[in-house]
């Protein structure tokens, strides 16, 4: 069992930054590929970016390649995602999920544990 929980959204301004945080409990994440996606209204949920087994690689959503940045801190059970250069179109909820298979999915239905989501807002 892992317990997720995410903090650090809010609200900024476009051009502005933002860091995610994803707190990990019950195992430890270099098992995992952990991953952010997000949704906003009216939306499915997409992957922003996933990282696999705390650092055998990366990867990332097309919107959002080149200003996102996600990585991990194993001995915090931590998982973070550095978002600059925002736009209004990345205003959603983002998740912090967990695929206990460690591949590299973009797919949602393939994560199993899921954190209750953080807002982020970003003004034009």
């Known amino acids: 069992q892992v317990h997720l929980v995410e903090s650090g959204g809010g609200l900024v301004q476009a051009g502005g930054s933002l860091r995610l945080s994803c707190a990990a409990s019950?195992?430890?994440?270099?098992?995992?590929?952990m991953g952010w996606f997000r949704q906003a209204p009216g939306k499915e949920r997409e992957l922003v970016a996933g990282?696999?087994?705390?650092?055998?690689?990366?990867f990332y959503g097309d919107s959002v390649k080149g200003r996102f940045t996600i990585s991990s801190d194993n001995a915090k059970n931590m998982v973070y995602l550095q978002m600059n250069s925002l736009k209004p179109e990345d205003t959603a909820v983002y998740f912090c999920?967990?695929?206990?298979?460690?591949?590299?999915?973009?797919?949602?239905?393939?994560?199993?544990?899921w954190g209750q989501g953080t807002q982020v807002t970003v003004s034009s």
């Open positions: 999920a967990a695929d206990r298979f460690g591949r590299t999915s973009t797919r949602h239905y393939d994560y199993y544990y």
């Open positions: 019950g195992r430890t994440l270099s098992d995992y590929t």
């Open positions: 990282i696999i087994r705390s650092g055998d690689g990366m």
